[in-house]
């Protein structure tokens, strides 16, 4: 049986939006947040809604831009898509995450 | 302003428009991909929002993340506030009402004060002028003024300046006016240019330069009604021929303020000039001295270079030892005169701010007594989610709004009251003109705004605070007060009453003191005595034919008819101007230092019919007589108290004394010819003080004035008076002319004062307190209502309930009225100056005050009290 889903953990929802840019291109909110979900498999509960102010912050940060185009069904969307700035930062991110994991990794380890 | 708050509201709403749409296109897109999956199209929809999360909080978080959302709060507390308090009028106009008061009188007192203290000389690049004076704030001496502007390193130019009366004449009707005798160079100093014409050039600055005169603004306007072609035109001053040049810029209005000249001539202009003699020792007019920094030099550049000079002044000069220079920043107002208007100012505005005190204590009784009723809404608000913090702002924004509003009325009506003051100017002894101009400006608004801030925090955050801390729970119980709660509102009345009643008995005691000083004998009779000040400086008289010139007026003016009698005088009595000198009698030597006090007797010189005309007896000897002139034995009239000082019990007639300078020097001897009755010279509340008369005749002043008994209204023989002196002497100048009733009035100016002063404020704090005293019983006595009915059902008397309604608020008032009293008697000890035969803790003020405010008290609880013990019990006890 698979685990419950959890939240989101504290910090990683920027990083899984840069991500999923980055892969993906342009994307609206929605789009973002179902890829999330897709690859997350049910593991996370993910509040759709807090997508946004994500975006928000990410945009003022300059790593992501937004532009208004029209969606699958013929309504006005804002598509983001990720910066130069984002990826630098989403490869910076992703290094200092496996760091992170790898500690986490030997600490636990060697602890069982 | 209103453009950018538009901006602003305008993007918020673009902004909430567009994440609308956002998650709309969210939503529908999840609600699609349901209804594939095969959900109902309802389900669908419920479905996705659940997925969603909550709508409305992901749009405050992304609001949050903009980091506009103090304002947008902000914004939403203020609508929120307006529509609170249109939904209670009375509240609200009772904050507002009393904030505007309290804001409103600090206003007014700050748009007075602040040009006064921070105006600076006007001129080109202002920021380089400063102001020179001898010692601590002595005029300079035109000789050291001189040598200054010729050795100076830092200042690139000095001007020298003085208020002068002179006299006036177009066509036939000569005035006598103030002007300004100015060097050559000070409207190049200042940087100042003609509106018509030209300025003062050094080249008019010459004894042998014809007479030109430039005039300010006001007089082109008033005196020759704007005429345009004025430059060139003939006047005469002081019956020289001059000419006018040119016209001042209206703004310009002389370096003097808050003397305003008419005119400026050259200081060395034709009979302006002074005498070879006096130049020689250095005896000219001094002067009021401007100096121009170099750029980039200061003010202690300034200071050390003419200190040098002063300090070779002092050498070589004997006049000089011991004189300093000192500068100051150039402000328009002389450095001494804005240092009184400092001290005088400081302690207006500790009373104004004491009422502002007053209507923040009063208003923050009045939230917290709300603050109380509204235990419910507040509690709502918690369990809604309202964080505590929020709450605060949410009540804060709420006095914000109260103080706010209360300070555009506070302006408004500034203004209103300050266009009315700047359009009044008072004539002073002496021709000059004298106007108070508040300053309408931003000045004004910011220190509004300021105050209205302040006042804000002062009445919402104990409040707010204090309200925001009900627990959720403590709030659905809270319906009965707690102890505390109780006692912070009655201490906040007492506080007030306190500090109403040092106002109040302030008020009384000087008013008081005013009844009395104006029952005080003064020792003369100026019923239907004219005073008319004259000027004959001009013509250099010396004393001999001075005298004849006096005589021979005199005898002109008893011709007209309906005088009864006249005299001359250098100096009006109670007109607050007086003149000692030291006196040894004969046999006496001159006292050590420190016992001089003992030999300061006041002087006046009078001419013949003196006394007469003031109706003040002759205790023994005779009056003066034309007589007495120079060449003629000295002789003086002295009164009762200074016989008895110097002769005691013997007869001082015939007995001599001579005037001491302090040094080495003593003048002639003067015999003692008649003895008067002791009377009140300066001021009205001064003690018996010794006092002689000397005459004109021999102790020569060029500037009396004329005291004319008629059995008339005085001041309707003034154009009769002026015929007459036309006839006498075409270029006579008469000015100040009043009667002199109203003149002596001046002497008790200072209690006047001060007296409608502190009763203003006395009666707005008493509104205030009675106000606050109301609204906070009222309160407490809704809070029993339910207790009241109980009593009322179970058979308690009406009166009954009063007084034990009452009780507790006459205990409070009681402690608040004695604090007070207390307070007041201290306070009335510091105005000891201004109190004439009234004791400082005087009874009936004190008394009075303390029965009125406690009565006010005791009608303020009784009113609500009276009404909840009227209640029908049935309807007291469904209350809540």
Known sequence: MPSPPA???????DLMVLKTLEQMGPL???????????????????????????????????????????????RRAKFYSITKAGKKQLAAEKESWARTVAMMERMLGEES | MRVFL????????????????????????????????????????????????????????????????????FLHDTRFGLRFLRKSPGFAFTAVATLTLG????????????????????????????????NRDSNVFYADYEAFRDQTRVLEDLAASQIEGLSLRIGDVPEHLVGMVVSGNYFHVLGISAQLGRTLTPNDDRPDAPGVVVLTDRSWRTRFGADPGIVGRPVVVNGRPYTVVGVAPPRFLGTAVPVIPEMWVAWHAPGFAPSAEDVVRRRERSAQVIGRLKPGQTLQDAQQDLAHIAADLATTYPENHGRTVNLYEGYLVAPALRAQTLGFLTVLLTLTALVLIVACVNLAGLQLARGAARVQEIGIRLALGAGRGRLVRQLLTESLLLSVLSSIAAVVSVVAVGRALASWSAVMPGGMTLTVAPEIGWNIVASAMALAVATTVLVGLLPALRSSRIGIVGASYWTTSTGSRLRGQAFIVAAQLCLTTVLIVLAAVLARSLAKAQALDPGFSSDGVLSASIDVSSRSFSPEPGARFYADLRESVEQVPGVISVGLAELVPLTLSGRSRLVLKEGQNPPARTDRESVVVFTNNVSPGFLDTLGIPLRGGRDFEDRDRVGQPDVAIINETMARR?????????RRFRIWDGLEGFGPWIEVVGIVHDGKYVTLGEEPRPFFYRPLGQSFAPDVTL??????????????LRTQLRTFDPDLAVFSAAALTDQTKLSVLPVRLAASVAMVLGLIVLVLAAIGIYGVTAYQMRRRTREVGLRIALGAE????????????LRWTAGGIGCGLVLAAFAAAILRTLLYGVSAVDPVAFGGVAFLLGTTAYAAAYIPARRVSRLDPMVALRCE
Request: proline share 4%.
């Open chain 2, 707 to 720: 005291l004319i008994k008629t059995a008339r209204e005085p001041l309707r023989l003034l154009p009769t």
């Open chain 2, 646 to 654: 110097y002769w005691a019990d013997t007869n001082p007639l015939a």
């Open chain 2, 6 to 73: 538009s901006r602003l509201i305008g993007a918020f709403r673009r902004r909430d428009a567009d994440l609308d749409e956002e998650i709309q296109t969210h939503l529908e897109l999840l609600t699609e991909e349901n209804i594939k999956q095969g959900m109902a199209r309802d389900q669908a929809r419920a479905a996705a929002r659940r997925a969603f999360g909550g709508v409305a909080q992901t749009k405050e978080a992304h609001g949050d993340q903009h980091g506009f959302r103090l304002v947008e709060d």
């Open chain 2, 103 to 134: 804001i409103g009188v600090n206003v007014l007192i700050f748009s007075f004060a602040y040009p006064i203290l921070t105006t600076r000389l006007p001129g080109t690049e202002s920021e380089r002028l400063v102001r020179i004076f001898e």
């Open chain 1, 28 to 74: 609206h909110g929605y789009g973002i947040a179902r890829r999330i979900e897709q690859i997350a498999e049910g593991m996370l509960a993910l509040n759709q809604g807090t997508i946004y102010p994500a975006l928000l912050r990410l945009e003022q940060k300059g790593w992501i831009v937004s532009e208004w185009g029209s969606s699958e069904n013929n």
């Open chain 1, 7 to 13: 939240d989101v953990p504290y910090g990683t929802l």
């Open chain 2, 798 to 809: 009406p009166s009954r309930i009063v007084a034990l309604l009452t009780r507790r608020s």
